[in-house]
């Protein structure tokens, strides 16, 4: 086993990302960025321990995607790193920023080569033009631009960062409490991803995979008098509704477990478990809003929906225009790209019995395309 862990820092909102995903959730041809990032850098540290960073709501999806050590990260990134470090048994420690995506194998050998030189190991670039601070004009030769991975000795750097000032980096910590420093020189290709123009500058980094990924939904609701009918998010004409602990949308709900099977997210149990009171008469609507919201989230684009509503009675034919209209707004898609299909078990079964009505929903999805907008 390797004496060093590998620590990916992936908690970041990207604030000044502005796409409608977070870039951690790029794609890399299948791979989300985060993923790519430390399988790059890992394949130069096969025995090397890996814990990941990353939001609180994320750790599930991430868990599925990986065996790695996946934390909580913090407010900040040297809290996420803290954080991080709670985890960490080996001596020594590399710390990157997933932002950083294209880390050149040579970089990492120039630092694991210089590990014994001082407390922490920095890639850096010297600075060509002219560096004015306020009105000063400073001496470029001395001045470093700071990348990462930094490769640091673990006792140190956790000493370093017991303090409630907070640092944009690790070296910057270590020698604010004495430590030494040894840079090395950096590589412009590691440059961070900050703004969505410099994702497309990354030479290294493949266009998402263009796959089309389909998903299936079944849901079923039994009658309930006394209730107002609410079906593919449009009040039907009945004297009766569904009996459940939402509105009982079954057509949204079987919508719902399309999406998130075609993103491979679980089923609206897992989101919405019914046993939850903020749920309790919920607008179905706002599910499918909080669906399509963490589909985006996780860097997918809704495609095109499918929903067949099996029902003896009440007749959907009327409101089969309305629904789709309703529904694709609430996917951001055109009408043109949702079809609501009606039919009759010709009084078989419990439907044809009108006990109930059963909703079968598809929908496809594809990745967000960061690289051709
Ligand atoms: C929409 C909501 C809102 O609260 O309730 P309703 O309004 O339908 O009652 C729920 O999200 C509606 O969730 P739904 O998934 O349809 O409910 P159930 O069929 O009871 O399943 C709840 C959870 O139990 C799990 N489950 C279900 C059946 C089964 N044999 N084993 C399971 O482990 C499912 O994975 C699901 O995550």
């Known amino acids: 086993m390797s004496d060093l862990t590998l620590i990916l820092l992936a908690a970041g909102n990207s604030s000044r990302f502005k796409v409608p995903v977070k870039k951690q959730w790029l794609r890399i041809g299948h791979d989300p960025l985060w993923l790519y990032v430390t399988n790059r850098i890992k394949e130069h540290l096969p025995d090397a321990a890996v814990i990941l960073s990353a939001h609180p709501d994320e750790i599930p999806f991430i868990a599925s995607m990986c065996d790695f050590t996946v934390v909580s990260g913090g407010a900040t990134r040297q809290q996420s790193l803290k954080n991080a470090l709670k985890e960490v048994k080996t001596p020594y420690v590399m710390v990157t920023d997933i932002a ?87 590589d412009a290709r590691a440059a961070k991803i900050t703004h969505a123009s410099d994702i497309t500058a990354l030479e290294c980094l493949a266009a998402p995979s263009p796959y089309l990924f389909t998903g299936n939904g079944f849901d079923v609701h039994p009658f309930e008098e006394g209730k107002p009918m609410v079906l593919g998010g449009v009040e039907v004409e009945s004297s009766y509704g569904f009996k459940a602990h939402s509105d009982g949308d079954v057509a949204i709900h079987a919508l719902i477990d399309a999406l998130l099977g075609a993103a491979c997210l679980g089923d609206i149990g897992m989101l919405f478990p019914d046993t939850d009171e903020s749920y309790k008469n919920i607008d179905s609507k706002l599910l499918l809003q909080r669906c399509v919201e963490k589909l985006h989230h996780f860097g997918f684009v809704i495609l095109h929906a499918d929903i067949t509503i099996i029902a003896q009675a009440p007749k959907i034919a009327p409101y089969k225009e309305t629904m789709r209209h309703t529904l694709s707004s609430l996917l951001h898609i055109p009408p043109a790209r949702l079809n609501v299909k009606a039919t009759t078990t010709e009084h078989l079964g419990f439907i044809g019995r009108k006990e109930g009505v059963g909703v079968l929903a598809t929908a496809s999805v594809h990745y967000f395309d960061w690289k051709n907008g």
């Open 100 to 186: 950083r995506a294209c880390i050149d194998p040579d970089l990492i050998q120039r630092l694991l080569e210089s590990k014994e030189r001082a407390d922490t190991i920095v890639p850096a670039l010297d600075v060509h033009d002219t560096v004015a601070y306020k009105e000063e004009t400073i001496e470029r030769e001395q001045v470093k631009r700071i990348q990462t991975p930094q490769l640091s000795r673990t006792d140190i750097l956790r000493r370093a960062l017991d303090t409630d000032t907070e640092y944009t980096d690790e070296s910057s910590a270590i020698v604010a409490c004495g430590g030494t420093r040894h840079f090395v020189p950096g």
